[in-house]
């Protein structure tokens, strides 16, 4: 039960997940003018559904209504009775005019058309004399309220389809299906289990029944029982009774032995105390002896502890004193460990900066060599370049001499 209970708590989470819209706004245009259009088509079918009740108490909304709606409705309170009439005429007479006569349903219907629809629009016009109406005029025809019922859920239908995208459509369309399987298996397991309900039912009715017949074979035993109990219980009466007084017979002469034996045995009580009474007195002279040794020992052991718990006294004030001065010696040492820490700590520091400082002076001088033999080759190239200048120009004037 414990782990179905969680199971079924997830199942109705994923049922009212994929029931209910994941989106709670509308988010386009279109679908927000088609609510819009269902809420106007409702507003103008509860309207349109008192009318008939406002035609019927028209002298009493004539002052709140005023004189263009007044007209307009009994206009249609004609038309409305034309076509009653037309209708009934319809059902009465031969079919020869059905043509002419359909023709003038067409008529005034499109006439009772117009006629609502500038009845609604008047109506609309003016929102408080509509909400005064629907106030007023409680009363609505039955079918008239079932069809703005059902025209509601439409509308509510239509919202949760533009909430749903289509996606979640065929996701919701999956879950209804596995649902619909589910309550399938579902009721094939209840059938099959009322089917063993009902095996079960009927043998536990045959187990009854059988046992009803053994209770009754058992009362009927129990009767025959009863009536033997009566009559073994007169003979077991009747055996105590002489079986009591040859007991009591066998009692008495037991007591009169038993009697005797008593004599004898204080006899042999009486000389067994005093032998015992003997044998006491030494006894408790063996108790006092024994008394004034243990007393002796006691003295012994107590001056004994004396003398070591003096010896004991002196062996701790000693041992307080020397763990004195380990305490001491030891915050000393503390201390030390502590210097030497720093010291070496220092040393460690000194001895990195010494490196750090040997390493620098390498570096430096590796550089001043690389430099300076840089400078040497630059030196000796400029004065290989200078000769060689030279020697250009000594050649120079040797080809050309007049210049």
């Not at 006629?115 to 003016?126: E, F, G, M, P, T």
């Not at 012994?300 to 763990?323: C, I, P, R, T």
Request: glycine share 2%; with cysteine.
């Amino acid at each position: 039960k414990g782990i179905q209970t969680p199971k079924k708590e997830v199942i109705r989470l994923d049922a009212i997940r994929m029931l209910d819209p994941s989106r709670s706004k509308l988010d386009t245009h279109e679908t927000q003018r088609i609510l819009s259009v269902l809420d106007e088509t409702i507003v103008k079918l509860e309207l349109s559904s008192l009318i008939p009740c406002i035609i019927d108490s028209l002298d009493r909304f004539a002052d709140m209504l005023g004189p263009e709606i007044t007209n307009d409705l009994m206009e249609h309170q004609k038309l409305s009775s034309k076509m009653e009439h037309l209708l009934s005429s319809f059902q009465e007479e031969d079919t020869s005019r059905a043509e002419e006569q359909r023709d003038c349903l067409c008529l005034l219907e499109q006439h009772l058309k117009s006629s609502v629809r500038n009845i609604l629009r008047l109506l609309l016009a003016n929102p408080s004399l509509c909400q005064v109406l629907k106030y007023e005029v409680c009363a609505r025809q039955s079918s008239a309220e079932a069809f703005i019922k059902a025209f509601r859920e439409f509308r509510n239908f239509m919202h949760e389809r533009l909430l749903t995208s289509p996606l979640e459509e065929k996701e919701k369309i999956q879950f209804m299906e596995n649902i619909s399987l589910r309550i399938k298996k579902n009721t094939e397991t209840l059938t099959a289990l009322k089917a063993e309900l009902a095996a079960t039912i009927q043998s536990r009715d045959e187990k009854i029944h059988r046992k009803d017949n053994v209770i009754k074979d058992l009362k009927n035993s129990l009767q025959d029982v009863a009536n033997n109990y009566k009559i073994s219980v007169l003979q077991i009466t009747q055996e105590g009774e002489n079986q009591q007084k040859e007991e009591l017979r066998a009692s008495q002469a037991r007591c009169a032995r038993l009697q005797e034996d008593i004599q004898q045995l204080r006899a042999k009580l009486c000389t067994l105390v005093l032998e015992h009474r003997e044998s006491e007195l030494a006894l408790r002279k063996k108790k006092c002896k024994a008394e004034m040794e243990i007393e002796k020992w006691i003295q012994k052991y107590d001056a004994d502890m004396g003398e070591k718990q003096a010896e004991y006294e002196e062996l701790y004030a000693l041992y307080s004193e020397e763990k004195a001065q380990v305490s001491l010696l030891q915050e000393k040492h503390a201390v030390l460990i502590q210097e030497y820490s720093q010291i070496e700590e220092e040393r460690r520091i000194r001895q990195k900066k010494k490196e750090r400082d040997l390493e620098e002076l390498t570096t430096m001088t590796l550089a001043a060599t690389r430099i300076q033999a840089f400078w040497r080759g630059y030196l000796v190239r400029s004065l290989f370049k200078l000769k060689r200048k030279k020697k250009k120009k000594k050649k120079g004037r040797g080809k050309n001499p007049n210049k």
